[in-house]
């Protein structure tokens, strides 16, 4: 049997061949035991594929069910959540804290360099005429003392 | 609520003043106006001054030269003058018939401090000078006695 008569059988099972194919092909499965068993499996193969597929009904029409579908879409789409209201103490919190870290490491700043702008700064330079002069330091007084022995007279008044 | 609140003023003052002081520091630091006090003083071991004019000079001040290896007892002002200088300024101030000083303000908490006497240069003083503290130069004088020309930087 060909490829063409089993098409031919196909079709004649679906019910699709014109009434003098139909009988004919009638009379040809009546003489031909092959094609006969052909169309059995075939008819098999239906039954049994008609039996296994669900036959899916909406219950509303084609036009309502969709809608449903694009309604439930849209409600499922990510809504923009409101903003959250934040408090004036948070804001200033928000400012405050990184500016107060940062002003205090200016101050720290500014102390250190200043500290260490007078300690590095020249130290006492005396030029003295007065070959016998001394210069002293007291730390703890905060004072500096240059002594000369020379001349008595400044101090006449 | 209320202790973020506290909290929140807590944290603004603090930080207003973190950024006040550093300008305030900057605005009145060592780079503006210096203001010195010069005094001629006169150290003895005698209680009372010849001179009636002549103080007892502050008692901070004597308590400072006392704890110095001076070994005057007592110490008396001739003479006071307070000025301010500005950066660079530069005055001269007579502090006796034979003695004057001048001053300079170098910037940066510096001053130099020129002695003469009787017109003639003596001494020549560069030193920081930090608010508060004092540079004394000074000399015997006549009768185991001494002058002192003490400089101090105010506050």
């Known amino acids: 049997m060909n490829e063409e008569q089993q098409l031919k059988l196909q079709a004649f099972l679906d019910g699709e061949l014109p009434e003098d194919d139909a009988r004919a092909t009638a ?23 008609a039996d296994f597929e669900p036959a899916l009904k909406l219950p509303e029409s084609r036009e309502f069910y969709w809608s449903k579908i694009e309604r439930e879409i849209q409600r499922l789409e990510p809504v923009e959540r409101p903003r959250e209201t934040v408090s004036l103490a948070a804001m200033l919190r928000r400012f ?13 700043g500014i102390v250190a360099f200043h500290n260490i702008g007078v300690a590095a700064a020249a130290p006492s ?9 001394f210069t002293y330091r007291d730390q703890d007084q905060g004072m500096t003392v240059v002594w000369l ?3 008595a007279e400044i101090g006449e008044k | ?39 001629l003083v006169w150290g003895t071991n005698e209680k009372t ?11 901070e001040l004597a308590e400072k030269l006392k704890n110095s290896p001076f070994k005057w007892k007592y ?4 003479k006071s003058e307070c000025f301010a200088l500005p950066k660079q300024g530069e005055k001269t101030v007579s502090m006796s018939k034979t003695c004057e000083v001048r001053i300079k303000n170098l910037g ?11 017109g003639k240069e003596v001494s020549k003083t560069t030193q920081p000078l930090p608010k508060g503290e004092l540079l004394v130069t000074g000399g015997n004088a006549e009768n185991a006695t001494a002058w002192f020309v003490v400089l101090r930087r105010g506050e």
Do not use: C
């Open chain 1, 125 to 133: 330079e005396a030029a003295l005429a007065d070959a016998g002069a």
């Open chain 2, 49 to 59: 001054s010849p001179d009636p004019k002549q103080k007892p000079v502050s008692p």
């Open chain 1, 149 to 151: 022995s020379y001349p």
């Open chain 1, 96 to 108: 405050l804290v990184p500016a107060g870290a940062l002003a205090a490491l200016l101050i720290a």
């Open chain 1, 27 to 49: 009379s040809w499965v009546a003489r031909d035991s092959d094609a006969t068993a052909l169309l059995n499996e075939l008819r098999n193969t239906r039954k049994a594929l």
């Open chain 2, 1 to 39: 609520m209320r202790s973020k609140f506290n909290k929140a003023v807590y944290l603004f003052l603090t930080g207003v003043l973190a950024f006040v002081l550093p300008l305030t520091t900057l605005a009145g630091g060592s780079d503006g106006d210096m203001k010195l006090e010069a005094k």
């Open chain 2, 75 to 78: 110490y008396f002002e001739v």
């Open chain 2, 108 to 118: 940066d908490s510096q001053v130099e401090l020129r002695l003469f006497g009787k």
